[in-house]
């Protein structure tokens, strides 16, 4: 049997074409679990500042350095195991820009801004984050994020009290139903 | 130039190794039904394929239950990893032969 050299460019091919889903799905796998983390720390949030209104900005500010922080774990976790994957760490470094942006931002703009609009402002930012490093890693961060986003201005057709209940469903229940969708469709090693 | 693998190259195979071969962990298994779908295969034509790498030496099966559900999980054999590397550079040496 012998193989000319059109016939090995398309196996060549093949093969990147494979190697490519391949590496999707274990982004995918892998990420799972921390979109179900954050999902659940952002539905904690919401349980937290109902009760504790005043302690708002501080509880907030926990969930998300106790989200990031939990991220980093894991990631490091998962570059010990697998010592090749380099990328992980640019997407922490990207979380955590735009979680101090986020933050800095909702601090400055906090009591100019009407507090509907606040609700918004760091769960969109996040999602747009998503939306971009989606270009990159794979189509379905990039829907999540739309959905995510679509949900949060659609919010807005509400009033208080459900517009919060609302805020906390979409933004934890988009982390989980995602974080769930992405396990179910990626691979875990 | 080393030969041709008729076990590896065809085109089933080659992408079912392409896959086993992308997983970062070396000792790494993936479900035959993630796998299905990676491949673009169906449940008889993957079957029919890991039996022959597994005859091979290339791969190896697991079956095992899990949540009392039977659930085969393949992985490659470091044979495999070796043979396949041969065969991809194997596949460079033709192109690059051909535009030399």
Known sequence: MTIDPNEAATSLQDIATIERRTHEALLYGGSSGIFVMWGVLVASGYGLVEFYPRSAMIIWLAITAAGCAATALIVALRRRACAQETSDWRL??????LAAFGATWSYLLGPIVPRPLMYSFQPTLYLLGIILAGLWLGRFFVVLGFVGIALIVLGHLQSEPWLRLWMAAVQSGTLIVGGIWLGRSGVSQ | MSGVNEVI???????????????????????????????????????????????AGYIVIEKRFEER?????????????RAFAEHVAYLREIIDSAGA
Request: charged share 25%; net charge positive.
């Open chain 1, 92 to 97: 922490v470094w990207a979380l955590a820009a």
């Open chain 2, 9 to 55: 190259h065809q085109a089933m195979r080659l992408r079912i190794m392409a896959a086993l071969n992308a997983m970062s962990l070396k000792k790494a298994a993936i479900e035959f039904t993630r796998l299905k779908a990676l491949v673009g295969a169906t449940d008889g034509n993957l079957g029919a394929h890991l039996e022959t790498l597994e005859r």
């Open chain 2, 69 to 81: 559900k039977p659930q085969t999980r393949v992985r490659m054999s470091p044979a495999g990893r």
